[in-house]
């Protein structure tokens, strides 16, 4: 693999050759490429003042106020703390009617390790987006309308799926968004990612004196332990597309008292949202078993699901022509294939488009590392952000120009519900 994964040392000049052919409006990607180049070091310096400055899930105050001043700044209408403390939305509509194009940024970065997911450049990719979506629509005298709404809370919040219940996605057509990954040089990826299901595990026990009477006392630390080695075997038994994975919490331990009190949390993740929930059934089954054998009493409690991303295959197919004409390659393997996120939901609910794409990261430097920390600020990976906003910025550009492209989406996304098992 490290042969195939873009290196920090690797020459960034060096692409893959590049098919023949036109794209869907040259003329229009001409005004994106123009408009996104000229911004570029303004896009830069938003991206590395969000790295400098990361904060947790719904917890985003820098972020939010740096990306509702750069976008009133560039003549969007902007709604702060819009429906979350920490949301905002920005809006730009040129004539009358038309369609309406949804771009996603997110904010927040991860505990201890700050921006090791890239959401800086998630961020900066949606600005870019709607921006260069803005700059052709008024260049050209095209009708509609660019939502660009700024998400808290990816990071286990899901932020997404709050805001649509609040109705911040209602009036969208489409919804856009990129993720970076480790991957080939100069690779955008159409991967899906995984549904994924988190639980809660409490044991309840009794304490007793560890040495003295020990046998007063049922061990929710073992039970805990029990539910933890349990899932471990099981393991062995489950597709190598899930995974499972979970932590331990407690408070008041001492080694002299048997513990009366453990918490576990778990992640159930699978290639599509039934395959996790039948995985998800046998791992509860782990977690009763340990409470049996312990004679602790056990809680289970299901927190919220994250479906598995729905490309959209029409707007995936565009951004695929795009890509490959006039940017690099594309793939179905890399990107966030065996992670999770909350614009899988979205994708359940509306038309969307979720792409990867590569950024030069070091061995054992993915996503959730330190290295990638580092990774998320280089200027190559910069570059790599705006030539994923250049071709989804095309898209969203074809969703408001064809109407036939436009219905062909709907149909695709009606027809994709039917495949959905």
């Not at 991303?309 to 197919?317: C, H, P, S, T």
């Amino acid at each position: 693999m490290s042969d195939v994964v873009w290196r920090p040392e690797d020459d960034s000049k060096i692409r893959p050759p590049l098919q023949e052919g036109q794209v869907y409006r040259p003329d229009i990607l001409n005004v994106i490429e123009t408009t996104l180049d000229g911004l570029s070091g303004e896009l830069r310096a938003l991206s590395l003042d969000i790295h400098d400055h990361p904060e947790l899930k719904f917890e985003e105050k820098y972020a939010h106020d740096a990306y509702t001043a750069f976008m009133e700044k560039h003549g969007f209408t902007v709604t702060k703390n819009y429906l979350l403390e920490t949301a905002w939305v920005a809006t730009y509509t040129h004539g009358q009617g038309g369609r309406v194009l949804g771009v996603n940024s997110e904010m927040d970065a991860l505990p201890g390790i700050g921006h090791a997911c890239g959401h800086n450049l998630i961020g900066i990719s949606g600005v870019a987006v709607a921006l260069a979506a803005k700059a052709a629509m008024e260049r050209l005298n095209i009708d509609g309308k660019v939502v660009l709404l700024g998400t808290p809370a990816e990071e286990g919040g899901f932020g997404k799926v709050i805001l649509y219940e609040k109705g911040a996605y209602d009036e969208m057509d489409v919804c856009l968004m990129c993720h970076p990954a480790p991957g080939p040089r100069h690779s955008i990826s159409l991967s899906g990612c995984l549904a994924i299901s988190r639980i809660t595990v409490e044991y309840h026990g009794h304490t007793a004196h560890a040495g003295l009477s020990p046998w007063e006392g049922q061990n929710a630390l073992d039970a805990a332990v029990l539910a933890y080695n349990n899932v471990s075997l099981l393991r062995q038994q489950i597709k190598p597309t899930h995974r499972v994975h979970g932590i331990f919490e407690g408070k008041d331990w001492a080694p002299n008292i048997i513990p009366d009190h453990a918490i576990m949390q778990w992640l159930v993740r699978a290639p599509t949202t039934s395959e996790m929930e039948d995985t998800r059934k046998r791992v509860i089954s782990c977690f009763e078993a340990a409470a049996l054998a312990s004679g602790c009493k056990v809680e289970i409690t299901i927190g919220s699901v994250g479906n598995e991303i729905r490309q959209n295959k029409a707007l995936g197919d565009e951004l695929a022509d795009v890509v490959l004409k006039r940017y690099g390659a594309i793939d179905y393997d890399w990107g966030i294939k065996s992670a999770s996120t909350d614009f899988g939901n979205i994708t359940y609910l509306m038309p969307g488009l979720h792409p990867g794409f590569s950024i030069p990261t070091i061995p054992d430097g993915g996503n959730h590392t330190t290295g990638f920390t580092e990774a998320a600020r280089s200027e190559v990976s910069h570059d790599a952000c705006l030539v994923v906003s250049k071709a989804l910025a095309a898209v969203g550009m074809r969703v408001l120009t064809d109407e036939a492209f436009l219905q062909k989406v709907k149909d695709t996304f009606e027809e994709d519900k039917k495949l959905r098992v």
